[in-house]
Structures are given as C-alpha cells and as structure tokens.
T-cell receptor
Framework: GAGVSQSPSNKVTEKGKDVELRCDPI?????LYWYRQSLGQGLEFLIY????????KSGLPSDRFSAERTGGSVSTLTIQRTQQEDSAVYLC?????????????????FGPGTRLTVL | LAKTTQPISMDSYEGQEVNITCSHN???????ITWYQQFPSQGPRFIIQ???TKVTNEVASLFIPADRKSSTLSLPRVSLSDTAVYYC?????????FGTGTRLKVLA
C-alpha cells in the first residue's frame, strides 16, 4: 500500500518568507508526527496529532511554527518569517497508535522528508 | 530532562554481529522502545520494537534489561547494505525522544 508522502521534496526560500510543508499519512493511521532533522543531527520532535484530540505542540521551537491536520488526515506544517536556522529536513510520520493493555505500541512510518533551505 | 544516548559511530566487517546499545533515562513505565534505520536522504525505517526481555524478527534482535534503562539492538551477520544510521526511540514523560543516532559503517 501507499506509504507516507510529503511535498515538496525540496524547498528553497528566502529569509523572512513563509513556507508550507505537506504530509499525507498512511490511510487509517490516527497519529501523525512532525520531526526536524538538521544536517548530520538526530531527529527533533516538533508536534504530534492523535485523532481529534488537541495536538501536543510542546516540541515547536517558536511561535513562528504551527501545524494543522484537517479531517484527521493531511497535515500542513507552516513556518512563518523563515530564518536560516530553520534550514533542515522536515520529516512526517504516521502510526496506528495502538495502546494495548499495559503499554503503548506505536510503530511510526516515516515519509521521505522535505528538505528546506532558507537563504 | 529525558535523554537518550548512543555511541556516535561504529565500524564492523561483513559477516560480523553488531550490537548497538542505547541508554535512556526517564522512560515511561508503559512505553515501548523502538529502533529505526536511516539511509542518506531517506526517512527512518522501522526495524524492531519491544517492551522488555528479548524480541527477535527476521532482521534483528532487541534486548531490554529488567530496569529498561537501556536497550541493545543486535544485527546478525551484517552486510555492506547495513551501513546506515541507527536510532533508538523511547517515550519519556509522553515525549518522543530519539537517540542521538549511531552511524554504522560496514567494511568489506
């Protein structure tokens, strides 16, 4: 079946411009996550959506970052007034977010990412 | 503050077994530990997941001690195509905490 897709694959923008990054999760997955990966670095959690619950925005680095998930499916990450330090690969993942008995089993499936370059 | 650490890099030869250990404090009692593999310019790919003791699938084994403060990914008989960055993931205090990543290089 289709995996997680993201668009665009690459985005080059000028400092101060706004950008929108899109994520199409796997159909039926209730949970959706955004991460940021700077060059040569690990993954930094940004935001998490679970069904109709309020999103966990605790990882967003500043108020210039926001995300929406419409209809429980597609998500858009928006970065306003981009800065050079925003340059990174932005990864989206989705999962079934199964919580079984004594634990939370949550296999995340990642998209290919959007490489954002802010000049 | 939750922190998950791994060795920065490892080298191995084809055919050898590779063990990568992740240490993580503040892991939530009921949450799982997952390992991912990432190739350049690709998103991470799921390898294995477990809660405690040992889990094995067709590509790897995962060992988690009773205190769950660490986990060890075991890759049997690695090949050149296993050269990648490996990340462990745990949920600490309801946050997704990825390890710092271990860059594995498999040599011929």
């Amino acid at each position: 079946g289709a995996g997680v897709s993201q668009s665009p694959s690459n985005k080059v923008t000028e400092k101060g411009k706004d950008v929108e990054l899109r994520c199409d999760p796997i159909s039926g997955h209730t949970a959706l996550y955004w991460y940021r990966q700077s060059l040569g670095q690990g993954l930094e959690f940004l935001i998490y959506f679970q069904g109709n619950s309020a999103p966990d925005k605790s990882g967003l680095p500043s108020d210039r970052f926001s995300a929406e998930r419409t209809g429980g499916s597609v998500s858009t990450l928006t970065i306003q007034r981009t800065q050079q330090e925003d340059s990174a690969v932005y990864l989206c993942a989705s999962s079934l977010r199964i919580r079984l008995g004594s634990g939370a089993e949550d296999t995340q499936y990642f998209g290919p990412g959007t490489r954002l370059t802010v000049l | 503050l939750a922190k998950t650490t791994q060795p920065i890099s490892m080298d191995s030869y084809e055919g050898q077994e590779v063990n990568i250990t992740c240490s993580h404090n503040n892991i939530a009692t009921n949450d799982y530990i997952t390992w991912y593999q990432q190739f350049p310019s690709q998103g991470p790919r799921f390898i294995i997941q477990g809660y405690k003791t040992k889990v094995t699938n067709e590509v790897a084994s995962l060992f988690i001690p009773a205190d769950r403060k660490s986990s060890t990914l075991s890759l049997p008989r690695v090949s050149l195509s296993d050269t990648a960055v490996y990340y462990c993931l745990s949920m600490g205090a309801y946050k997704y905490i990825f390890g710092t990543g271990t860059r594995l290089k498999v040599l011929a």
